[in-house]
């Protein structure tokens, strides 16, 4: 079984919860709480002054979309309205290719597009922009655009490629 941390909430109920119980012999007390920090404060969005929404679930989760459309994403079912190969690029390139693409495939009303990143065999796992796209496409600029990310299917590059989802221009 995995640890996680505690969350503050669940330190001050034990706390709460031992506060008359003495230790065992030999045994030391837990440490005192330490003072609550401030949440971290959340940067309003642009788009809606005065509003403070939470941030989107993460890609690999397909929160907000339905089974049926997470399966046609996942079996490669959607039509693929573009797609972009990053292929031979510098990082901070294909960084640059990457955001103006989702930006002008969602702007023309795509909504499955293909982004190939190859493999990338490197000596310590997969090639850098392989490992990249998807922490790229959870920043503020593209995951407003984006719904669901999956690996491609092998006719499609396959451990090579991702599909991605996008939403809907309202």
């Given at each position: 079984m995995r640890s996680r941390p505690v969350r503050l909430k669940e330190g001050d109920v034990w706390r709460e919860a031992m506060r008359g119980v003495t230790p065992l012999p030999g045994r030391a007390a837990p440490p005192p709480a330490a003072p609550a920090a401030a949440p971290p404060r959340r940067a309003r969005d642009p788009a809606a002054p005065g509003t403070q929404r939470t941030p989107p679930p993460p890609l690999d989760s397909f929160a907000g979309v339905d089974r049926a459309n997470a399966e046609r994403l996942k079996r490669g079912l959607y039509p693929i309205a573009a797609s972009l190969d990053l292929h031979g690029m510098t990082q901070a390139e294909?960084?640059?290719?990457?955001?103006?693409?989702?930006?002008?495939?969602?702007?023309?009303?795509?909504?499955?597009?293909?982004?190939?990143?190859?493999?990338?065999?490197?000596?310590?796992?997969?090639?850098?922009?392989?490992?990249?796209?998807p922490r790229w496409l959870e920043e503020g600029g593209m995951r407003r655009h984006i719904l669901a990310i999956a690996q491609a299917q092998p006719r499609h590059g396959g451990a090579g490629a991702l599909y991605l989802l996008l939403r809907r221009q309202r």
């Amino acid at each position: 079984m995995r640890s996680r941390p505690v969350r503050l909430k669940e330190g001050d109920v034990w706390r709460e919860a031992m506060r008359g119980v003495t230790p065992l012999p030999g045994r030391a007390a837990p440490p005192p709480a330490a003072p609550a920090a401030a949440p971290p404060r959340r940067a309003r969005d642009p788009a809606a002054p005065g509003t403070q929404r939470t941030p989107p679930p993460p890609l690999d989760s397909f929160a907000g979309v339905d089974r049926a459309n997470a399966e046609r994403l996942k079996r490669g079912l959607y039509p693929i309205a573009a797609s972009l190969d990053l292929h031979g690029m510098t990082q901070a390139e294909a960084h640059r290719r990457l955001a103006l693409f989702v930006e002008e495939a969602r702007a023309a009303g795509h909504r499955c597009v293909l982004v190939v990143t190859g493999r990338g065999l490197a000596p310590d796992g997969p090639g850098i922009l392989k490992r990249s796209v998807p922490r790229w496409l959870e920043e503020g600029g593209m995951r407003r655009h984006i719904l669901a990310i999956a690996q491609a299917q092998p006719r499609h590059g396959g451990a090579g490629a991702l599909y991605l989802l996008l939403r809907r221009q309202r």
